[in-house]
């Protein structure tokens, strides 16, 4: 089995034009994929994220670690939130992608997680 990250993509703008009286169907909607995904016994965790004005990006790359206010990336489109799950390949990730983009009316991508990194034999 094998852990993939599918994450929500969207900006502002989108979400503008999505009425205000349907996103409580949108949210039930994606309520009722994760009962889905926990019924599957795919999921292994989901979450929304604030928006990405809350974000803060520390590098400590340097003698000193540097902290900003702001998302990382100066894009147009964020991640809104994820779900992590747990399925025998990527045809199963992108399955359960396709019902999670449908569910929350938006763009998902899919990523598999790297595998742990072989131990040397001593």
Known sequence: MAQYLMSVHGNEEEYAKVPEDQWPEMFAAVEAFNQQ?????????AGGLQGAETATV????????????????????HI??????????LDAALRYATAGSQA????????????EPE????
């Open 104 to 115: 929350c009316q938006g763009k998902v991508e899919v990523r598999p997680f790297q595998g």
């Open 58 to 77: 520390v590098d400590a790359s340097g003698d000193a670690p540097v902290i900003t206010d702001g998302p990382y990336l100066e894009t147009k489109e």
């Open 37 to 45: 995904l926990q019924s599957d016994g795919v999921w292994v965790f």
């Open 119 to 122: 131990t040397p034999e001593a």
């Open 80 to 89: 809104g939130g994820f779900w992590v799950i747990e399925v025998p390949d």
